[in-house]
C-alpha cells in the first residue's frame, strides 16, 4: 500500500466506490431480471411495470457511471423488444 497522503486518500475513494457500486449492480441485476422473469412467466402487466423500473434504473447506473451508456441502451433495447413480442403474443 503506498505511504504519501494523496495515494491513501485514492485508496479510501475507491473502497467507498466499490462497495456503493456492488450495491448497485446487484439491484440493477435484480431489477432486470424481474423483467426477464415476467416475461417469461407471459405476464404482460407485470412485465410492463417492470420494464419501466428497469429502464429507469438502467439510467441513473449510466449517470452514476457505473454502466456505458451503449450498454444500458442494448439491455434497455432487448427487454423492450421481449415485452413487445410478448405484447404481441397476448393480443393474438
Known amino acids: ?9 485514492r485508496h479510501r475513494q475507491t473502497v467507498k466506490r466499490t462497495v456503493r457500486n456492488q450495491g448497485l449492480r446487484t439491484r440493477l441485476r435484480h431489477v432486470v431480471r424481474a423483467v426477464r422473469h415476467a416475461v417469461a412467466g407471459k405476464d404482460v402487466t407485470a412485465a410492463e411495470e417492470t420494464l419501466r423500473r428497469a429502464t ?3 439510467d441513473k447506473a449510466v449517470t452514476k457511471g457505473l454502466i456505458h451508456r451503449n450498454n444500458a441502451a442494448r439491455r434497455v433495447s432487448r427487454l423492450s423488444h421481449a415485452v413487445s413480442r410478448l405484447k404481441a403474443g397476448a393480443v393474438r
Request: charged letters at 15%; a positive charge; hydrophobic letters at 60%.
Open 56 to 58: 429507469r434504473a438502467l
Open 1 to 9: 500500500m503506498a505511504n504519501h497522503a494523496s495515494a491513501l486518500k
